[in-house]
């Protein structure tokens, strides 16, 4: 069997030309197969890494997946807000151990705001219940500091002491900035591959303050004769809240809690968990994912025929090669052997290097685009999946060679010495 497989890589060798673009083909669709099926394990992994030990997200009525976007991964917008008394009545549950409120609303320079409490650095927790952390300052303490997130810094060239206006709503800024109420950078957070990395954060009473003299939605002319000193002096407790993180005393009250809060009768709460609403989410888009797989999976196969393509259009050419084998004493196993295992070797080199072509691609742009994007692959390293996949285009390769060694081994036994050239 080994002089077969030498002469094997040796025929291949000889048509190096036709087999290293027949294994480029090969290493390309696999490099998309397993690309496609990193990239969907990976991306499920950072989004269920990015909030940890908080047992409910509770707002305003909508739907599970729009609430769990917008109050933990800054997608969309809420619907509606919860009142501060609602907000107080959730706090002081008995079967609640401590509660987080956030606001949102706003943005800068593209990147969401959020008001909340200090609580939410040492609440908030990510991947294996790590906590926030600051690089470099401290967390906000004067009504206008800002505690800004790690890509945040990166892209705007922050740092602590840093001025910062920002914008009323979502919009690019212009007529809607609360320029009239300048924020300062008071801390930089430790980079954590979350949305907090793309998060502005500011306290609860800050919200309020630069929205006085916004009360109809529009910047009231009179709001710049405010000075900074009566806005201070004002009650700044908000109103409103846009959602609200919460952990629970025992985490076996979870359900019984939750249904409370659904059928609370003052106001139209929905409180959610979040492995179930990520688990939801991924429901809506299994859909998207199996079409991508059964597409990656298409172009393997069309690999795979680059490979019995390139092996039969070499067949003519090889009729006098295979009648010498047959008349050196060459048997018939022997060169059907032959036709299998390189078939097989173009298949098993061109998974392998597909295999080290995505690894070394994810290696290099996943830092890049969890700085740039916030986008974290978490687990796209070489696993079982890339052995289990080069096993399997392997197998597949050595069967489907199987068909130009079954009409190689008729054209030796009719030919003889006697092919015509």
């Known amino acids: 069997m080994n002089s077969i497989l030498s002469l094997a890589l040796a025929s291949l060798w000889n048509r190096k030309g036709t087999a290293i673009l027949t294994v480029l083909a090969v290493a390309l669709s696999v490099a998309l197969f397993l690309g496609v099926d990193k990239a969907r394990e990976g991306a499920r992994e950072g989004f269920g890494s990015t909030i940890s030990g908080t047992e409910l997200i509770v707002g305003a009525r909508s739907g599970p997946i729009n609430l769990l976007l917008y109050s933990v991964f800054r997608l969309g917008d809420a619907t509606a807000e919860i009142s501060w008394p609602t907000y107080e009545m959730i706090a002081d549950r008995e079967d609640v151990a401590w509660t987080v409120p956030i606001s949102l609303g706003d943005s800068h320079r593209g990147y969401r705001v959020m008001g909340t409490t200090q609580d939410y650095f040492t609440r908030y927790k990510y991947a294996d219940r790590q906590e926030l952390s600051v690089a470099s300052g401290e967390l906000f303490d004067d009504l206008f500091d800002a505690v800004i997130g790690a890509e945040v810094a990166g892209a705007l060239g922050y740092e602590v002491g840093t001025s910062m206006v920002l914008t009323h709503g979502l919009g690019a800024g212009g007529l809607m900035d ?10 930089v957070l430790a980079r954590t591959g979350t949305p907090v990395d793309r998060t502005i954060h500011v306290s609860l009473e800050a919200i309020t303050a630069i929205h006085v003299g916004w ?32 952990g629970l005393e025992r985490r076996g009250t979870i359900l019984r809690t939750k249904r409370a809060l659904d059928t609370y009768p003052r106001e139209a ?5 979040p492995g179930q609403a990520l688990s939801q989410l991924w429901e809506v888009t299994s859909v998207a994912e199996r079409a991508l797989i059964a597409v990656s999976l298409f172009v393997i196969a069309v690999g795979l025929v680059s490979i019995l393509t390139s092996i039969l259009t070499s067949l ?6 295979m009648s010498i084998l047959r008349a050196t004493g060459a048997r018939p196993g022997h060169i059907f052997s032959l036709m299998v295992l390189e078939a097989g070797a173009l298949g098993f080199v061109g998974a392998v290097l597909g295999a080290f072509v995505i690894n070394l691609a994810l290696a290099v ?26 096993g399997a285009v392997t197998l597949s390769a050595l069967i489907i060679g199987a068909v130009p060694a079954w009409t190689a081994l008729r054209r030796s036994l009719a030919d003889g010495l006697s092919i015509k050239l």
């Open 178 to 187: 609360h320029d009239n109420r300048p924020f300062r950078v008071s801390g």
């Open 215 to 246: 009360e109809t939605g529009t910047r009231n002319p009179l709001a710049d004769s405010i000075s900074e000193e009566m806005v201070r002096s004002f009650d700044l407790t908000p109103r409103t809240v846009t959602a609200v993180l919460v």
């Open 269 to 273: 709460l929905l409180a959610i968990i």
């Open 316 to 321: 003519n050419e090889r009729r006098r090669e």
């Open 365 to 390: 742009a996943g830092p890049i685009l969890a700085a740039r994007y916030g986008v974290s692959l978490v687990g796209t390293g070489p696993g079982l999946t890339d052995l289990y996949t080069i």
